[in-house]
């Protein structure tokens, strides 16, 4: 009588395992699982900003279409944030609150557009101020301009490719008058 045993060796199983190891291995790096958390956030970071230009922008147009031009247009981009003898206002995601109504981190009252749905303000999805993630209003009696610094490799040419210049030139800005 022969006796055959059924099953897998030792061997076979160190094997399979090893192969299954390098095959994770290749994947992980291939994959980048830190980088593309990174791209996601900044994919967020493009439509956040995008969201609250654009409802900003509709703003300034109601506002000049309507009715006569504010006479200070210092006021209207910033409202309740400049003291004298300061010609611009900005706040930061991080420091100000996500109220819309120009007392939050963005100083236009945003509630009296209704194109935009923009209940509450965005933040960065980081939104720590150390690393300089987080988003920036800046504005004077010229315009406004809002930035936010990207982590990704692939965001990161956006970031001196949007025509902006000044203190600002390492970040992704947007607005009606950009450099500020």
Same mark, same amino acid.
Do not use: H, P
């Given at each position: 009588?022969? #006796?055959?045993?059924?099953?897998? /060796?030792?061997?076979?199983?160190?094997v399979v395992i090893a192969i299954i190891a390098v095959l994770a291995a290749v994947v992980v790096v291939i994959v980048n699982p830190v980088e593309? @958390? #990174?791209?996601?956030?900044?994919?967020v970071r493009m439509s956040d900003?995008? @969201? %609250?230009?654009?409802?900003? =922008?509709?703003?300034?147009?109601? $506002?000049? /279409?309507s009715v006569a031009p504010p006479s200070d247009w210092t006021t209207f981009y910033c409202? &309740? &944030? %400049? @003291?004298a003898p300061a010609? $611009?206002?900005?706040? =930061?995601?991080?420091? &100000? $609150?996500r109220a819309n109504n120009g007392t939050g981190w963005v100083k236009i009252d945003l509630t009296t557009q209704t194109t935009v749905n923009l209940p509450t303000l965005p933040i960065d999805p /980081?939104?720590? %101020?150390?690393? &300089?993630?987080? *988003?920036?209003? %800046? +504005?004077?009696? $010229?315009? *406004?301009e809002?930035?936010? #610094?990207?982590?990704? +490799?692939? *965001?990161a040419s956006k970031m001196t490719g949007d025509g902006g210049s000044g203190s600002n030139a390492g970040l992704y800005q947007i607005g009606s008058n950009i450099g500020l």
């Open positions: 009588m022969k #006796k055959t045993s059924q099953g897998f /060796t030792l061997v076979e199983l160190l593309l @958390t #990174k791209r996601s956030r900044d994919a900003l995008a @969201t %609250i230009a654009q409802a900003v =922008n509709l703003v300034v147009q109601e $506002t000049t /279409t409202v &309740g &944030g %400049i @003291t010609t $611009t206002c900005s706040d =930061n995601s991080k420091d &100000g $609150t /980081t939104n720590d %101020i150390v690393s &300089g993630l987080v *988003y920036q209003y %800046i +504005a004077n009696a $010229t315009g *406004y809002l930035t936010a #610094k990207f982590e990704s +490799a692939q *965001y």
